[in-house]
Structures are given as C-alpha cells and as structure tokens.
C-alpha cells in the first residue's frame, strides 16, 4: 500500500510538471496560474502545493529534467585526471545543440526559459536561482578551461575567468537565437562547426590573454 501510495504520488508529480510544460509554452510563464495548470494536470491546486511552493519551483523542477543526461560529462571535464577535457567539453557543446535542436521536450523547455519566461516579483525565487546557476556555470566551465590549459590544449596565457564568461555568453547567446529565429541558421547540422568557432575563440584571442 506504501509503495502504491508512492507510485501514485510520483504520477501525480509527473502530470503536474507536464501540464506546467504546455501551459508555460503556450502561455508564457507570467500569464500561466497555478488554477491553469491544475485544470489541465486534473489535480486540485492542493496537490501542486503538495509537490511544488510556487511556479518558481515548478519552473525549476522542468529545468532539473534537462541537466541529468549532461552532468557525466560535465564532470569528467572539470577532472584533473580527464586526459581530454577540452575534447569533453567540444562533445558536451555537440550533444547540447542536437538536444535542442532535435529533442521536443529539450527545445519547448528552453523556449520557456529564454522566451517566455519574465522575472516578475512572483518569480524573484527564480531570477535568484538562475543567478546562481549562471555563476555555477562560470566556475564549472573554468574548471574545464584551466585543466585544458594543464594539459596543453589552450594558451598558458589564457585567462580562464574570462574565457568561461564569453564561452558561456557564446553559448547561450547562440541558443536563444536560434530558438528565437531557428530558420536563420543550422544548430544541429552545424553543431560540430559551431562547437569549434567557441574552442577558436578561446584558442586564438588575443583578448582573453593574461
């Protein structure tokens, strides 16, 4: 009975996240209630509260379902004892533009975060949690362009801080773009190209020197 308790409650979470999905997406996330996606969910809004505090956390809790396929290779980027981490990274850059590009529920969630999405007061909780995730980010890419420089694959004159920065920037910058106006260019065609014009930038600036 415990473990059905369980299973249930778990489905009931699963219903909620997907309904907030579709009413977001469809909606933008300011002009989406709580009502809106328990209708949809078919729940009662006692049942969201049970599982989420408010749509911040439920915004948060679709962002957490993008992270986990990624977060391996993350790490064995940021390892000292990873022989190839600015191979790692170029691979982890590749898989993330086909993600996007190619994977429906990757790509409505992103649109979410990057288009529809305002930090309003009622989603100051998450304006706090992407800024934190943004310097997270910063460090962890550090991390990997500082064990690149230890084992010889960028410049011993780089400077890692800035280079996360812009890589990061980069990035970011590229996929919401393309979700923006995903006719003006090739994300997944090009991802290898794409993935190589970021490493370029950091291998050949002479801006992000020392």
Known sequence: MVRRTKEE????????????EQAFYERGVARTTLADIAALAGVTRG????????????LQALLDTLHEPLDEL?????????????????????????????DPKTRRINEIL??????????????????THTLECNLRIGLTLR????RGQLPETLDTTRGAICIHAFIHGLIGQWLLVPDSFQL??????????GLDMLRLSPSLRN
């Open 114 to 131: 990057f288009h529809k999405c305002e930090f309003t007061d009622e989603m100051c909780d998450m304006r706090r949690q992407r800024q």
């Open 147 to 150: 064990n690149a420089v230890h």
């Open 9 to 20: 409650a778990q489905e009931t979470r699963s219903q909620i996240l997907q309904a907030a």
């Open 188 to 197: 997944h065609q090009d991802a290898e190209r794409w993935a190589d014009i």
């Open 47 to 58: 049942a969201i509260y049970w599982h989420f505090s408010n749509k911040s956390d439920l």
């Open 74 to 102: 993350a790490r064995a980027s940021e390892s000292e004892d990873e022989v190839d981490p600015l191979g790692c990274m170029r691979k982890l850059l590749i898989h993330l533009y086909h993600e996007v590009a190619l």
